[in-house]
């Protein structure tokens, strides 16, 4: 019998450390893929924020400006200023490239050369000249990125797109530290591009700003006031209980509806630009209404009752009520709710997607009816080209977009822990 | 024109205040009383000349015109509000319903969001069926639209039968309930019942970074990451996998529910009464007896709702499909197979140049009507299976 009994026990610890196994198993199946997939990004996307540029010594001298002017007639008869407003700056990099690798004589190494640097050198160059316009009558080095080819030749050693010579060329560069690697500023500061090597996050950051405004602008009084109506003002009735079935059925509802509803009412129907932050903005604003609501809702009802009552003896009307007394109160809840929202709604693509925000935009916007671009919507488009050298954009506009991500949600969390009250 | 109307509502503001103050004097000696502050008679102008303002900025006068009705506008508010004053009118009570009334207007915006979503994408589902029958769309066993790229292509040529693409999403969602329920449960069944409060403070944050990750990022990994594991691990027992499988896109569809399955278990045990966990305890059963013959059962509704929720979400997922899985219907339940889903083809049938008229463009809208009735039911379900069963 005891034996009999022993067995039992024995099985049913063995299924109690069995379950508690499955447990642990589950949790660390959670810890351990986050850790692998921050990994991944982290480990596809931090050599993004370095890129490797290229000395050139440009020539502005008087002598290689006439040379290199795009005027071909006449150009005796002009004045020196008027030849260097017209300067031909793809031309002026030629000649730089091909004084650096003067010492090879094969024509053939000197046309792959012109295929290190960047296709945009001359812009570059052009940018810094007029920028500092003592530059002329000197000779300056400047530092221009790589093509693109290069850089991942140096970043990833592939080389499967370089001939022979071109990666000898180029390591001799590497051992001279006439190609070295800088912080990639320009990811920062420049707009999408063709030419992975000078693709940047800046016109997606502005987007992504903009279209935060107009979400805030909308979807937060809104989302408040009728937070308050439904918690406060509300009385039992068919129409209040149909507003709060609705309400919190948006909350399920797919995102790629809520795009489709964007392009139909906001496209079609009222006619706004397409692509616009201020279209993303108000389709964002429905799609993440419910959640002001529903955070702004549970603040309100964490409020005592004693308040309200204290109030309402005094003789405040409900509007007294809830001004003076619930909304002031209910502050730090809603802040934190709202920020968790606008995290929400930085990560959002689906539903830009179908109000046209896929189309190449190389320039930022400069107000809300100008077509823009987005974060998210900028890794969906660019993890779409097949070129390495966007593979790496891709993780780390990723890694911005989590950054972002991280830290409201840090401020979310700190708020809370700041002015949580215990009531 | 803002800044001028602003002036003036300031002035006459000012004026208001002033006049009332003088006339509430009179009216105290003479021994009248007003249940009303000053301050409510002014908000009441205030905000009647705002709306007044409004009506007439984007009113289609010229600007003098503008400036003209303006003055006079906001002059006979000034005089009504101080007549109604001497009347004995109570601005208190009528701010209160303006205040009301406007709170139910944002509200309401709640349902016209709601109708607004039927109403588009029903009518254009309609002209969709009018183009192309019901009945093929729902049984058609073929799904083939990129055929019709213009309208005047004829409908024939391209084929629109969902019975492939449901199958595909049904497909990936089974697969991503498969990975997420199991793990999300147990998992939210060790951190209320094994770990201490400190690491569960640690673990759950953690855990719920990853219902923060932005899906369009969960796809990316989908792609460059999960798929290539896959085909690794399949390629290694000599089995083919297709590139874009549905295994790799629900899989990482199924990490994203992960969170959300956690959260609503985590809800539902904590609701379970603690007399249920400590009788059961004291009779001699084991913790994880306890669990599942106690704990689980008395929560089964609510952890029922949350799979169904789950399995809406999952449905409804658009940019992991979108980016990891494929694009050709196949009508297969090979999980190595490339399926599409809804989603997947509502987002490849809407990028791009749009004609409304085309039965190609109205398709991803007939699509959408199936995805937004199945998700309805789905959550209207999950409301009836929690309501219906709860036993405490």
């Not at chain 1, 890129?51 to 008087?62: H, M, Q, S, Y």
């Amino acid at each position: 019998m005891q034996n009999l009994i022993k067995k039992n026990l024995d099985k049913r610890y063995k299924k109690e450390a069995l379950f508690k196994k499955m447990g642990i198993f589950s949790i660390s199946f959670c810890i351990l893929f986050l850790v692998i997939f921050l990994g991944t990004i982290v480990f596809k996307g931090h050599k993004a924020f370095f890129v490797n540029k290229i000395a050139l010594e440009v020539d502005f001298r008087e002598e290689s400006i006439r040379e290199n002017s795009n005027k071909k007639e006449n150009i005796g008869n002009l004045s020196f200023e008027e030849i260097a407003n017209d300067l031909s700056f793809v031309k002026l990099v030629r000649k730089s490239i091909r004084e650096k690798f003067s010492e090879y004589k094969d024509p053939q190494i000197i046309n792959s050369a012109y295929k290190i640097v960047s296709d945009i050198a001359d812009y570059r160059i052009q940018k810094s000249f007029e920028e500092n316009p003592q530059f002329i009558n000197s000779k300056q080095l400047i530092w221009v990125e790589v093509s693109s080819k290069v850089d991942v030749y140096l970043k990833y050693n592939i080389s499967t797109s370089l001939k022979n010579e071109e990666v000898s060329i180029i390591n001799n560069l590497v051992k001279k530290g006439e190609i070295k690697s800088f912080f990639n500023y320009g990811f920062f500061t420049s707009s999408d591009s063709r030419e992975p090597e000078i693709a940047g996050i800046s016109a997606s950051l502005k987007g992504s700003f903009y279209t935060m405004i107009i979400f805030l602008i909308f979807a937060f009084p809104i989302g408040v006031a009728s937070a308050f109506y439904l918690e406060e003002i509300a009385k039992k009735s068919k129409l209040n209980d149909l507003i709060e079935v609705s309400i919190n059925n948006l909350a399920a509802i797919p995102s790629i509806i809520y795009g489709l509803l964007g392009l139909t009412v906001y496209l079609q129907f009222m006619n706004l630009p397409r692509s616009s932050s201020i279209v993303a903005g108000m389709t964002l604003a429905m799609l993440v209404l419910p959640v002001i609501i529903i955070a702004t809702r549970n603040t309100i009802r964490s409020i005592p009752h004693s308040i309200k009552d204290a109030a309402m003896a005094l003789g405040a009307s409900k509007m007294q009520i809830i001004i003076h007394h619930l909304f002031p109160l209910s502050i730090p809840g809603i802040m934190t709710g709202t920020i968790l929202a606008v995290s929400r709604a930085l990560g959002e693509t689906a539903p830009l997607l179908m109000i046209g925000m896929v189309a190449f935009i190389a320039d930022s916007p400069q107000n809300f009816y100008e077509p823009s671009t987005v974060l998210p919507v900028q890794i969906f488009l660019w993890s779409d080209s097949p070129e390495i050298g966007f593979a790496e954009k891709t993780s780390a506009a990723i890694l911005v977009l989590l950054t972002f991500l991280i830290a409201f949600n840090l401020f979310a969390i700190i708020l809370r822990k700041k002015f949580e009250r215990k009531w | 024109m803002l800044i001028v109307s602003l002036i003036f509502l300031a002035i006459f503001s000012f004026l208001l205040s002033s006049r009332l103050n003088k006339e509430r004097v009179e009216l105290t000696r003479s021994g009248y009383k007003r249940s009303s502050l000053n301050a409510h008679y002014i908000y009441s102008f205030i905000i009647w000349s705002i709306l007044l303002i409004m009506i007439v900025i984007f009113s289609s006068f010229s600007n003098f015109e503008k400036y003209l009705s303006l003055f006079f506008l906001i002059f006979t508010n000034f005089l009504l509000i101080s007549y109604f004053f001497k009347q004995g009118f109570n601005a208190k009570a009528h701010l209160e319903s303006i205040f009301g009334a406007s709170l139910f207007l944002t509200a309401a915006i709640g349902i016209i969001i709601t109708f607004a979503i039927t109403l588009s994408i029903v009518f254009e589902s309609i002209r969709f069926f009018e183009m192309v029958h019901v009945k093929e769309f729902i049984f058609g066993l073929k799904w083939n639209p990129q055929m019709a790229m213009h309208s005047e292509q004829s409908v024939s040529e391209s084929a629109f039968g969902m019975v492939p693409v449901m199958m595909g999403t049904l497909l990936i969602t089974f697969i991503a309930i498969a990975i997420s329920l199991p793990i999300g449960i147990m998992a939210a069944i060790y951190l209320s019942f094994y770990v201490k409060s400190k690491t569960r403070d640690v673990l759950k944050p953690l855990i719920e970074i990853l219902a923060g990750v932005p899906t369009v990022v969960y796809g990316y990994f989908a792609v460059i990451a999960i798929s290539p594991i896959f085909k690794e691990i399949f390629s290694y027992f000599s089995i083919d996998i297709a590139a874009e499988s549905a295994l790799a896109a629900g899989f990482v569809m199924g990490i994203m529910i992960i969170p959300f399955v956690l959260s609503l278990t985590d809800d539902a045990l904590n609701s379970v009464p603690g007399h249920l966990k400590d009788s059961a305890l004291a009779l001699g059963s084991t913790k994880s007896e306890m669990i599942r013959k106690v704990v689980l059962i008395a929560a089964a509704p609510n952890i029922a709702g949350a799979a169904i929720l789950a399995f809406s979400r999952a449905i409804g997922e658009t940019m992991i499909v979108a980016m990891a899985a494929g694009l050709v219907a196949k009508l297969s339940f090979n999980p190595l197979d490339s399926v599409t889903t809804a989603t997947a083809q509502i987002v490849s049938l809407l990028i791009g140049d749009q004609e409304f008229n085309s039965p190609k463009t109205l398709a991803a809208f007939a699509l959408a009507l199936v995805l937004f009735i199945i998700t309805f039911a789905f959550n209207i379900l999950a409301l009836v299976v929690v309501r219906k069963y709860k036993r405490y």
